[in-house]
C-alpha cells in the first residue's frame, strides 16, 4: 500500500464498496428474483464476482493494493485455523443461539438468508466460503486496518475497522458476532502482518458453519 495514503482515499473505497454490495443486492431484488428465479443463486454470485474483480483492479492500480501473503508462516497459520475453530465454538454454538433468542425479529431474517443460501447450495457456498471472506478481508483488515494504523493510530484502526465490518452484515444476531469476530481477526493481522492469514481464518470459520448448516437441513 502506498504510502501517502489519505482518510478520504480510505472513506472512498469503502464508500465504493458498499455500494457495489447495494448494487449488486438490487439488481438481484428487482431483476434476477423476477425474471430468472431459478438462476438467480448464480447471476447474483456472478454480479458479485464481476464487481469484486473490478474492485480489485482498481484498488491495486491506485496503489491502495495490499500484499497478501507478505508474512505468511507456518505458526500464522496454525494459529489462523485455531481462530478459525474457537470462532465457531464461542460464535456458532455459545453467543449466536443467544442473540436469536433476544432478537427473534432479526433471527428470521437470518434464518431467510439461510433458506435461500440453502436453495442453491454451490453458489452459496462459493458466496460465503470463498468470496465474500476474501473480499472482507481485503477491505476491512488490508485496506481499512492498515491504512488507518498511521492516521489515527493501532487501537482505533482496530476499532473502527472492526465496527464497519459488522455494520456489513446488515443483522442484529450477525452483527454483535461479527464484531468479536472483527476484533480477533484485526487482533491476527496485527501480530501475523499477513492478510492471508485473516483469509484463512474467515474461510475455515464459514465453511464450519456451512457445513453444520448444510447437515442441520439434510437431518431434518
Known amino acids: 500500500m502506498k504510502n501517502n495514503i489519505t482518510l478520504g482515499g ?7 464498496y458498499f455500494g457495489i454490495l447495494l448494487f449488486s443486492t438490487l ?14 443463486q448464480f447471476l447474483q454470485l456472478l454480479t458479485l464476482s464481476l464487481c469484486s474483480m473490478a474492485f480489485l483492479f482498481l484498488l491495486f492500480r491506485s496503489g491502495y493494493g495490499v500484499p497478501v501473503f507478505d508474512g505468511l508462516s507456518p505458526s500464522g497459520i496454525l494459529l489462523s485455523l485455531g481462530c478459525s475453530f474457537l470462532f465457531f465454538l464461542i460464535l456458532d454454538q455459545g453467543l449466536d443461539p443467544c442473540l436469536e433468542r433476544l432478537f427473534p425479529q432479526s433471527q428470521n431474517g437470518y434464518a431467510e438468508s439461510v433458506q435461500r443460501l440453502m436453495s442453491a447450495p454451490a453458489a452459496g457456498f462459493f458466496h460465503a466460503c470463498f468470496l465474500a471472506p476474501v473480499m472482507e478481508e481485503f477491505l476491512m483488515r488490508g485496506l481499512l486496518l492498515g ?5 489515527t493510530g493501532t487501537a482505533a484502526a482496530l476499532l473502527i475497522s472492526s465496527l464497519l465490518f459488522a455494520l456489513l452484515h446488515f443483522n442484529m444476531v450477525q452483527t454483535l458476532s461479527a464484531l468479536v469476530c472483527g476484533l ?16 484463512l ?17 439434510t437431518i431434518s
Open 10 to 16: 480510505l472513506i472512498s473505497w469503502i464508500v465504493l
Open 27 to 40: 439488481l438481484d431484488i428487482m431483476i434476477w428474483r423476477k425474471r430468472f428465479p431459478k438462476s438467480a
Open 147 to 151: 491504512g488507518l494504523q498511521s492516521l
Open 184 to 199: 480477533v481477526l484485526g487482533l491476527l493481522y496485527l501480530h501475523t502482518g499477513c492478510l492471508f492469514c485473516c483469509m
Open 201 to 217: 481464518a474467515h474461510c475455515v470459520y464459514n465453511l464450519l458453519s456451512c457445513l453444520v448448516l448444510i447437515r442441520s437441513s
